[in-house]
């Protein structure tokens, strides 16, 4: 079989390729279902007779967007290389096992996470912010930066190309987005210098709600084909705007979603060690903080639960606050709930 024509989204194809590489028996036929959601990926659930049950991931080479948004295949082995660390860092449980890598095919098998379980985007959409989620959430992220900086050394050997992350992230968030709205260009180039100048540890680079699964009330973590050697404060604002997005959405839910996106924060904070950024972390996590709030209204990649209407006050309001930052997380979530008006509905 010729791996590199692959494609594992057609069942028949799969199911040969897992037999010709000995990962099934010959005459086993698992059941194979696409995963929707994704845009970078091809994703597949395959469920063996056995009950054990993998995710297989393939890399497209063209991001299924509106816009054109082109990235390498290869950043799949980028992502099987973050799991093997992320497994030695974290909890047992918080992230999935490898079962098999091709490089030639853009392929990797992991475990899938076991039913029953949620995906924590579906359930906060629906309203279901439960504190324990939010704080696990804020504590593994600051147990992933911490420990990975105590590592520095070795992390930063494995993971200092940052080309995926400046090609998922920089370009379609914060270079894109300053030439859409003009007035926030001189705020997204001074961004993007400080986020390329701080290498500091570990960054995931895809920290959200969509990437989290619910497993018996665990969170286990997907998705990490932009992890990379950075500035930790990346994944300190793009979490946080998907809290204080959905906050916008959700009025019904605002005052939830506001104590949740202060829990995130602290939580993460009293997960670190001393550590010698911790000092200008704030200032830079909020400045994140905005830049991705405006780029998923007016980026590359929006978020599709927000409307026309949602999209430009959410551009307003932070665009203001881009002008002159809040000096505390607490003060930009305050400003920002403040801004998009307590009477805005979708």
């Known amino acids: 079989m010729n791996a590199a024509a692959l494609d594992i ?22 059941e194979v279902r696409v995963l929707a959601g994704g845009v970078s990926n091809r994703t597949v659930l395959v469920a063996r007779p056995s009950g054990e049950a993998w995710v297989a991931k393939q890399a497209l080479p063209k991001l299924r967007v509106q816009v054109e948004w082109l990235c390498s295949m290869e950043r799949i082995q980028r992502e099987a290389e ?47 912010v439960q504190t324990e989620h939010v704080a696990q959430f804020g504590t593994l992220l600051g147990m992933l930066h911490s420990r990975a900086y105590r590592q520095r050394e070795a992390v930063a050997e494995v993971f200092a190309d940052t080309t995926y992350f400046v090609a998922l992230r920089l370009e ?12 926030a260009a001189a705020f997204y ?4 210098d400080s986020t390329c100048a701080r290498q500091l540890t570990l960054v995931h680079g895809d920290y959200s709600p969509k990437n989290v699964l619910v497993h018996g009330d ?3 973590l997907l998705d990490h084909e932009v992890i990379h050697f950075g500035d930790p404060a990346f994944d300190l604002g793009f979490a946080m705007t998907h809290l204080l997005s959905k906050a916008h959405h959700l009025p019904v839910h605002r005052a939830r979603f506001v104590d949740a996106a202060q829990l995130y924060w602290t939580r ?21 903080t905005l ?21 430009a006050r959410q551009r307003t309001a932070t665009v203001e606050l881009m002008a002159s930052p809040p000096a505390t997380m607490a003060a930009l979530v305050q400003s920002f709930v403040k801004g998009i008006g307590s009477d805005a509905v979708n």
């Open 9 to 30: 989204e057609q069942p028949g194809a799969l199911v040969a390729y897992l037999q010709a590489r000995r990962l099934i028996a010959p005459a086993e036929q698992p």
């Open 82 to 128: 973050g799991l093997r660390w992320l497994n030695r860092l974290l909890p047992a449980g918080a992230i999935p096992g490898i079962v098999h890598e091709d490089h030639e095919a853009h392929l990797l098998i992991m475990q899938a996470v076991p039913q029953p379980h949620r995906n924590w985007k579906q359930m906060l959409m629906a309203g279901d």
């Open 172 to 183: 379609p968030y914060y270079r894109y987005t300053a030439t859409q709205v003009p007035e």
């Open 189 to 192: 180039a001074a961004l993007i």
């Open 218 to 220: 665990r969170l286990v």
């Open 268 to 288: 993460y904070l009293a997960a670190l060690d001393d550590l010698p950024w911790l000092a200008e972390l704030e200032a830079q996590a909020i400045c994140n």
């Open 291 to 311: 830049g991705c709030l405006l780029a998923r209204v007016a980026g590359r990649s929006p978020l599709e639960y927000l409307d026309a209407g949602a999209r």
